[in-house]
């Protein structure tokens, strides 16, 4: 798949990204859930956004971190998710959860990367932990 983010603005490259990212797990067989899933701490604290939540064919809910570089530079795409943003992940993917009736299915993080015109999904990439 050719993907390029340069030129664009900072919001259009997001979008480009969730988009694309989007489209390469649905190919795969994900079902979209919902997009950009935010919560808030409070009025001033930050809580977390999830980018995609997807479903796989087996029930597995799937919670997708988007994250896009125009070249792999400074350790990539993937390299840019530290430990804050794994843990706003995880208060999103709990506040979600608790939203829902019944118990919670089987789920997992993943983080979709582009770097330049590449894609990759990395499945499983970080646990609630």
């Not at 603005?9 to 079902?31: D, I, K, N, T, W």
């Not at 935010?38 to 971190?65: C, H, K, Q, S």
């Not at 208060?91 to 959860?97: G, P, S, T, V």
């Amino acid at each position: 798949m050719v993907f390029s983010l340069r030129g664009m603005s900072r919001q259009a490259r997001g979008h480009a990204a969730e988009e694309a990212a989007q489209a390469h797990l649905q190919r795969a067989g994900l079902v979209l859930v919902a997009r950009n899933y935010r919560v808030a701490r409070g009025p001033r604290a930050r809580g977390g956004e999830i980018d995609l939540i997807m479903r796989e064919r087996d029930g597995t809910l799937v919670f997708v971190e988007v994250r896009a570089r125009a070249d792999a530079r400074h350790g990539g795409a993937a390299a840019s998710i530290g430990a804050a943003k794994r843990a706003s992940l995880v208060f999103a993917a709990r506040h979600y959860l608790a939203a829902l009736h019944g118990a919670p299915p089987p789920c997992r993080f993943d983080v979709v990367v582009l770097d330049g015109d590449a894609i990759e999904w990395l499945r499983a990439a970080f646990d609630a932990s």
